[in-house]
């Protein structure tokens, strides 16, 4: 269960912020690419599920504890740098 301290820890502008771009987006997505067959665009699901994946994303990260972040942050950084060069 979520407590009301995690709640409270989400950054709820980046998040509002965020749909409001997703949706407007997907809006237009939506309108430009229609098909009258199956009456919804491939390209708009397709969004659609990158933009849940990465909200689902952004709220995990927001849970976890900054200290855990700290604990990991030269593994990730090694693995970024590892990748690009």
């Known amino acids: 269960m979520i407590s ?16 409001a771009i997703s949706c407007i987006s997907l809006f237009v997505l939506s309108s430009s690419g ?9 390209a708009f699901v397709k969004q659609l599920i ?21 604990y990991w942050a030269y593994f990730f950084y090694f693995i970024i740098c590892r990748k690009h060069t």
């Open 50 to 70: 990158y933009v849940l994946v990465g909200i689902g994303l952004f709220l995990f990260c927001t849970f976890i504890r900054i200290s855990v972040w700290r």
């Open 34 to 42: 229609y098909d009258v067959k199956t009456h919804y665009s491939q």
């Open 4 to 19: 009301y301290k995690a709640l409270k820890d989400v950054d709820w502008l980046l998040l509002g912020l965020t749909l």
